[in-house]
């Protein structure tokens, strides 16, 4: 369930959660603590929760069962301190029985206690996570719209793309609006956080555009199965990308939910973790969709000349 690695250093292991190489860490010794990062993922710090439970029913365990050792011989002094006077000679200096009576040197045990820390803790708008995992579906459903629309509305395929660039940045702004201003979900910078949003949303709708461009009104369809029913299930959203089965995680993080989705948590918990990944992958989106639109624009003008010939 565990795929550890050795760190020197506490403080080290805190910069590792804040770039989101892992997920959290186990300090051994004798103040044993445990390091959770729930705005990397709720589930992995709910699991490490429930571990500090089960550490610290073990050294309970441990230390009661230390303790039962400790009063035996206790008793077991107390009973040769009971019979030391009866075998003294009577003209013998008398000892102290509770003296014979004391057990070997023990000393009061503290029970380390397993403290559980939250180096990178969620919004209180948020203690869930609930919201910022659902925030990848307004931009997935947002984005089919935008391309359902603009690919209804706009007949030339050229304008087409000015469309999609258009709805991109009316729609990021609006739904960072809606989901950091309004209920608090993001954080972070507003203007990434509407670079990103925005670049999510004209990503989808350009692609439906470029398939709309080339094979007409069923390309509505590929677009759509391709983000919501593809790319949305293996986004890792809800739960970390290395819960999937097989390398399904990891292709998700090279379609446009799963991009976008990880791309907002960093932007609003993690700003000294990695991502230029996710901004070439939208990038790289987009730019196939304008490209497809362009593609279906010239070969739509070919067909027309060669008809007009």
């Known amino acids: 369930m565990l795929d550890l690695k050795k760190v020197d250093s506490r403080a080290e292991t805190q910069q590792l959660i804040r770039e989101r190489e892992v997920y959290g860490a186990f300090i051994v010794g004798d103040e044993p603590e445990i390091l959770t990062s729930t705005a990397a993922s709720p589930a992995v710090a709910q699991q490490l929760n429930g ?26 002094a107390l009973a040769k301190a009971s019979q030391g006077p009866a075998s003294q000679s009577p003209g013998g200096p008398q000892e102290n029985p509770g003296e014979q009576a004391q057990a070997p040197t023990t000393s009061a045990m503290e029970v380390p206690q397993v403290t559980v820390t939250d180096v990178v803790p969620l919004n209180d708008n948020d203690s869930t996570g609930a919201g910022l995992a659902i925030a990848g579906l307004p931009l997935t459903i947002g984005g089919i719209v935008g391309g359902v629309l603009t690919s209804m ?17 009316i729609g990021g702004l609006a739904l960072t609006l809606v989901l950091q201003s309004w209920f608090g979900i993001l954080q972070g910078n507003f203007g990434l956080d509407v670079l990103a949003a ?18 007409g009104p069923g390309g509505i369809a590929i677009g759509a199965v391709l983000t919501m029913f593809i790319g949305n299930p293996i986004a890792s959203l809800q739960a970390p990308k290395e819960f999937l089965a097989g390398a399904w995680g990891d292709i998700g993080q090279f379609l446009v939910p799963g991009a976008s989705g990880t791309l907002l948590r960093d932007l609003s918990y993690f700003p000294d973790a990695p991502m230029a990944m996710q901004w070439w992958v939208l990038i790289g989106w987009f730019v196939l969709g304008i490209a497809l ?17």
Do not use: C
Not at 295 to 305: F, I, N, Q
């Open 153 to 169: 509305i706009v007949h030339s395929r050229r304008m087409r793309a000015v469309a999609v660039l258009a709805y991109g940045a």
């Open 198 to 215: 925005g670049l999510a949303v004209a990503a989808t709708a350009a692609l439906i555009n470029g398939f709309v461009s080339l094979i």
């Open 293 to 309: 639109i362009l593609v279906g624009h010239l070969l739509a003008h070919s067909k027309k000349r060669a008809a007009v010939s």
């Open 51 to 76: 571990i500090a439970s089960q550490m610290q029913q073990k050294i309970d365990k441990q230390a009661m069962s230390g303790m039962q050792d400790g009063m035996k011989e206790m008793q077991d």
